[in-house]
């Protein structure tokens, strides 16, 4: 790996996720993926390591990191299990809006359990008819005293129904259209406010994906995230950082893909010899390590400059994200295609990492999204 | 309630090797670690501190690069963290490593409970533990797998035993030794790691404990180590099959044959 100049303290965050990574997680991971059943053990573990707060200000509770002290902690996880890795970075997206739109109250309220890990957050935007075009959301929020009353169904929520705080987005305004959109956090058990069934997914099995569904959902006034009109635009902002947590869960994924196809060349023998002393092998390794190492230094670099509040970081985000996403997707059919016959099996990792790395070219955006982001700010930038 | 957990630097179990000549444990090359059992008394002693309060001080006694292993007690929790090291120490036995450690144990003063775990698995006496219960004149419990109750200066405390356990109370302050049954450790946490990497370690040479020299090291040191071998497997039992009244007689045949 390039030595990318981690201080003593992100080393620490390093070699201690990957201490949990490889004690606790990957002796873990095929039963979780094939159960479904959400990791609160594993969740507990993290927690009690400090480590859902690296990216929190310690005035909350925080280790006051930022978002590359989050990358490193999701892709040493997902090395061992991408779903395991997502129920706890989703908790830091469920986060963001309040740590970049929230009030000095909303911060005291909610971020030091997030921090300690002792509740888990969950950011729902997307609906059934809404996914890309997120200004197309039919959930409202209409004001009533003191109260907005929320109705309308998010669905594929990442942590939804095992999250306790909850930051959605709803429109205040239908008419405005992506300018009369509003965040506001929700807590788990506010009367009205209750969950459909999980999903069946390919991969990321551990984490829990449910519809969150609002009927007549009396939420206080004071739980509105900024201003009314405000909620569309700080989504966007929240996207814009937290695209390289999904691109260092793909570098985690492709990593430990690229790990287990290392390990199985050396020691599978064909025509008398370990398969890794083929040339073919050994460049097919050499390419997918050289598109992981790039795919790093892309992610890392991209959250790095968010941490140093650059303006404008999301073209880069986005590269992060698409580039991270679609190497892990490659790596991960290499690994099995390394594997061969094995690799299809689930008793081999194999297969695993290639079902988990499919969702990231999706989710937080499709990698199609993201390509339109960028060729939008290259517009953009050659207009100047 | 002020809790000492006494640990010890071992080589990694799985590298361990003899020297055939010196009769010593080979340590070049092999990777230290906290010895596994002491770590069940490490956590042990937390968990008692985040329930009762107080501080843990973890005590090793060995090299001046023992010294990892304290920061690592600190990063799992531990608060203070006292090494116990001298060239005079060099060659001790059980007896004088027990002895030094309670000397260094009257200096902290200040406890009401002694943990170790149950032995190290370089040399697996399980004598350095109750060695310093018996120096420190304090009771002690063995092969402890869970504690029942610490209240009015007592513990109630089971004991493991091959056939079952048998539960003791006695007063504090005492010394625990304890087994992987009684808990399950915690990895380190961000904040002890960093705690830990500026963490003050203590270094206790032999005159600042007080020891007196004809107990510490070789001349401390009655234990004389003339052989160390594996022993021969165990070799393989014999299995009677048949009817009942034929397979006894064949039974008390063979007995017979091995006491003539």
Known sequence: MIDYLLTE??????????????????????????????????????????????????????????????????????????????????????????????????????????????????????????????????????????????????????????????????????????????????????????????????????????????????????????????????????????????????????????????????QRKQFGQTIISNQGIQWMLADMATEVEAARALVYASAREVDAKVKDVGMHSAMAKMYASDVAMKVATDAVQIFGGYGYMKEYPAEKFMRDAKITQIYEGTNQIQRNIIGMALIKESAR | MNIIVCIKQVPDTTEVRIDLVTKNLVREGVQAITNPFDTYAIEEGVRLKEKFGGKVIAVTMGPPQAEAILREAISLGCDEAILVSDRAFAGADTLATGYALSKAIEKIKDYDLIICGKQAIDGDTAQVGPGIAATLDIPQITYVRKIEDIKDGTIVAERMTEDGYEVIETKLPCLLTVVKEINTPRLPSLKGKIKAKSAVITSWKAVDIGAEESRIGLKGSPTWVLNIYTPPPRPKGQIFEGEAQVTVNQLVEAAKGLFH
């Open chain 1, 9 to 266: 303290e992100q080393k620490m965050i390093r070699d201690l996720c990957r201490q949990i990574t490889d004690e606790k997680i990957r002796p873990v991971a095929a039963e979780y993926d094939k159960s479904e059943k959400f990791p609160w053990d594993m969740m507990k573990v993290m927690a009690q390591s400090d480590l859902f707060g690296v990216y929190i200000d310690p005035k909350y509770g925080g280790m006051g990191g930022g978002v590359f002290e989050l990358c490193l902690a999701t892709e040493e996880f997902s090395r061992g299990c991408a779903g395991i890795a997502i129920c706890y970075s989703a908790s830091a997206l469920g986060a963001y809006p309040i740590i970049l739109h929230g009030s000095e109250e909303q911060k005291m309220k909610y971020l030091p359990s997030i921090a300690k890990g002792e509740k888990l957050a969950a950011f729902g935007l997307t609906e059934p008819s809404a996914g890309s075009d997120a200004s197309a959301m039919q959930t409202t929020a209409v004001k009533d005293g003191d109260h907005y009353i929320l109705n309308g169904v998010k669905h594929f929520i990442t942590n939804g129904g095992d999250a306790e705080i909850y930051t959605i987005i709803a429109m205040t305004d239908k008419s405005r259209g992506a300018r009369g959109a509003s965040l506001f956090v929700v807590e788990k058990g506010t009367p009205g406010f209750t969950f459909g069934k999980k999903e069946d997914k390919l991969g990321i099995r551990a984490s829990s994906t449910r519809e969150l569904i609002f009927t007549d959902c009396r939420v206080p006034k004071e739980n509105l995230i900024g201003r009314e009109g405000t909620g569309f635009i700080a989504a966007m902002r929240t996207f814009d950082m937290s695209r390289p947590g999904i691109g260092a869960q793909a570098v985690g994924i492709a990593q430990g893909a690229l790990d287990e196809a290392i390990k199985y060349a050396k």
